[in-house]
């Protein structure tokens, strides 16, 4: 026991830890911006770049780690690259990890959710802001186990560096034995120190991943549960409603309880459903009046012969849409007759093959010739022409409050400053009913709401036109009527060009100037709202109409 405790705090082993930890070091650091490099040539859109990756990977994940370290200390210096026995170390180390780490960071990148960065994109943002707002913050999350699994594994390996005569822990130990015959408790106390390094990586991981957890109470909550755990008497200490005026008026039901929660019945601003609102809509004059005060305006939205196709499926044969500012049309049509394409490509979120789209007058992600234009010049003219769009999906980012959903961007695109971005987003939270949930994250929110958040992010940044596709088809019966009737406000208040992609028929007549029939990928019929739900003209509506009364 003696000789053990001596040989753990023997400075000559001791040494060797240090050399140990400086190859990992070394082969981690290397490895790690080597592996940004390979995940980023294998993200690529050019394909050489992707196959120069692979082949590297299939090549240094498929040899030994031995041979590489052998290769970096005795090989390299044939060819004028002379490096000491650490360096070489090193290099091999982080040759050899690079596709390990690249793979991880590949993984979890592609892993984040598709529609948020279509959101993100149709919010303006650049392809480097989504990476780095949207992207990196949820892929750094999920990838930390797998990178502390790569951490430990980098630490065995480095015992391979004895090939090339480093003085880390594993050789100085076969030394040690080596002369004083004393395997026994020189290897005890060198497992043990490597134990002690690989716990070490194992508790700065929990740690890491702790900080990183998005359901963590902010600290100061924590410190008022720890006083409270201390106080027991005192039920409501100092700390307990210390988080902002947001935290305040929380209220005490489960966060995703949309219908159960009685602060948001309290302070929702929105009229009931069938409101004056609706009301004046559907009657026919003043329909009338307002389609003649709509006919006046400029034009919004200009789609004049588009035409798209997926492989041999054309999906958009021919398609020609005006909408003027302030008019709303209802898109309707049966499932796969386009309507998500044709918004897709009004915000140039999709490519298409003929025709051409303007927005506001202006092109939106071609130059006047045609010709695309790169994903950053798209990302800036769609925020220039201001058009915003709600999906299906919600896609709120799922990593931020339901205030930085929406003030994030307007900081990262429209440049506000943190304060204006916080007040403009508050004051829309107010306005869609959920100021009291500023800062829950998406998860924690039922469908209605989470579909209020992306609505109030849409329409944030002021654009001229908003596009909606199918806002309330992923939602439950009972909450379709609360995301309506924000729809149905902003239509009438914020006089946007919106183009509303629904089978909510009902809605379509309440809310809608002007209604679309599409069917397999052209427009076969469009007129006043009351008149094609009413008398359709062409069979195909009145078949679908039919059949979406019936259901
Ligand atoms: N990325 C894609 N690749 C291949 N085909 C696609 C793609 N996106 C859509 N499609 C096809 O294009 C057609 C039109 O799809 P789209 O989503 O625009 O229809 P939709 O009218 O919005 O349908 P729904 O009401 O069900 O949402 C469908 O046949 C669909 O399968």
């Not at 602060?263 to 004056?276: G, N, Q």
């Not at 979120?349 to 051409?356: K, Q």
Request: charged share 15%.
């Amino acid at each position: 026991m003696d000789l053990f405790i001596h040989y753990l705090s023997m400075p000559y082993l001791l040494d060797g830890v240090g050399y140990t930890l400086l190859i990992t070091v070394l082969g981690l650091l290397g490895g790690l911006a080597m592996g940004v490099v390979l995940a980023w040539m294998q993200l690529s859109r050019f394909r050489a770049l992707a196959i120069i990756a692979r082949g590297y990977s299939i090549i240094f994940r498929g040899t030994p780690l031995i041979l590489q370290m052998v290769f970096c200390y005795n090989a390299l210096p044939l060819i004028g690259i002379k490096l000491t026995a650490i360096s070489a170390a090193g290099l091999a180390l982080a040759l050899n990890e690079a596709p390990f780490i690249a793979e991880i960071l590949r993984s979890n990148v592609i892993g984040v959710d598709r529609g948020q960065i279509s959101a993100g994109q149709a919010l303006g943002m650049t392809p480097a802001a989504i990476m780095r707002r949207v992207i990196a913050p949820q892929a750094i999350r999920s990838m930390v186990p797998a990178l502390g699994n790569e951490t430990v594994s980098a630490l065995k390996n480095s015992s391979l560096a004895s090939v090339v005569a480093v003085q880390e822990l594993t050789l100085r130990s076969t030394q040690l034995a080596s002369a004083t015959f004393d395997f026994f408790s020189i290897f005890f106390a060198s497992g043990l120190m490597y134990l002690v390094l690989t716990g070490a990586v194992a508790v700065i991981q929990i740690v890491v991943e702790m900080l990183l957890d998005l359901d963590r109470p902010p600290p100061r909550e924590q410190l008022s549960r720890f006083l409270r755990a201390l106080l027991p008497g005192r039920t409501e200490p100092a700390l307990a409603t210390a988080g902002g005026p947001m935290s305040a008026p929380t209220p005490p039901t489960p966060p995703d309880v949309a219908g159960a929660d009685p602060t948001e019945t309290a302070t929702d601003p929105l009229p009931p459903a069938s409101s004056k609102v609706a009301s004046q809509t559907a009657h026919g004059i003043d329909r009338a009046a307002r389609a003649q005060r709509l006919a006046g305006n400029v034009v919004a939205v200009e789609v004049r012969g588009l035409h798209k196709r997926y492989g041999a499926q054309t999906v958009l044969g021919g398609v020609d849409l005006t909408v003027r500012t302030g008019e709303v049309v209802a898109l309707l049509g049966p499932s796969g007759s386009g309507k998500s394409t044709l918004l897709r490509c009004i915000n140039r979120l999709e490519g298409w093959d003929e025709g051409s789209i303007r927005v506001g007058g202006q092109l939106l992600g071609t130059d006047e010739a045609g010709h695309a234009l790169s994903p950053r010049a798209t990302a800036q003219m769609r925020a220039s022409v201001g058009v915003g769009m709600v999906f299906q999906q919600f896609n709120l980012f799922g990593h931020l409050s339901a205030r930085e959903n929406i003030a994030g961007p307007l900081r990262w695109v429209q440049g506000l400053s943190r304060l204006d971005a916080d007040r403009r987003a508050q004051q829309l939270l107010e306005r869609v009913g959920l100021a009291h949930r500023a800062d829950a994250l998406p998860r924690h929110l039922s469908g209605g709401q989470q579909q209020r958040v992306a609505i109030a992010r849409a329409v944030a940044p002021g654009p001229s036109v908003l596009l909606l596709d199918e806002p309330t088809s992923a939602l439950d019966p009972e909450l379709v009527s609360e995301v309506l009737e924000v729809i149905q406000r902003l239509a009438v208040e914020e006089g946007l060009a919106m183009i509303i992609s629904t089978h909510q028929l009902r809605f379509a007549g309440d809310v809608a100037d002007r209604v679309v029939f599409l069917a397999g990928g052209s427009i076969v019929e469009e007129g006043p709202a009351d008149q094609v739900l009413n008398t359709p003209r062409h069979p195909l509506t009145a078949r679908f109409l039919s059949k979406m009364n019936a259901e």
